[in-house]
Nanobody
Framework: QVQLVESGGGLVQPGGSLRLSCVVS????????MGWYRQAPGKERELVAS???????NSADSVKGRFTISRDNAKNMVYLLMSSLKPEDTAVYYC???????????????WGQGTQVTVSS
């Protein structure tokens, strides 16, 4: 079994910062691309940022220059450093990981339960 658990969400003022963390546990052969998605009320879930196993990053235009994704392969963790937060960033943020559980199985996507980020004055 594989489990992803996010933490670090909360209420912050516009212009503030938050650091989200996600730890992956369970039986894992290899973890490939990891990412953060978010979903605001009435909107589709969207990719915020992703990072490959080798550290190549990608981010949505709406967060470029403000959010930074990083990972620690030894700890099997991925982080999202958010700064200059705006009310529009308010959403449930989900951790995602492409994981191969054994050498005899294909890769699959796994998701965390989500953590609420609310940006409000």
């Amino acid at each position: 079994q594989v489990q992803l658990v996010e933490s670090g969400g909360g209420l912050v003022q516009p212009g503030g910062s938050l650091r989200l963390s996600c730890v992956v546990s369970g039986t894992i052969f290899s973890t490939y691309t990891m990412g953060w998605y978010r979903q605001a009320p009435g909107k589709e879930r969207e990719l915020v940022a992703s990072i490959t196993k080798d550290g190549t990053t990608n981010s949505a235009d709406s967060v470029k220059g403000r959010f930074t994704i990083s990972r620690d392969n030894a700890k099997n963790m991925v982080y999202l450093l958010m700064s200059s937060l705006k009310p529009e960033d308010t959403a449930v943020y989900y951790c995602n990981a492409d994981i191969r559980r054994s050498a005899f199985r294909s890769r699959s996507d796994y998701w965390g339960q989500g953590t609420q980020v609310t940006v409000s004055s």
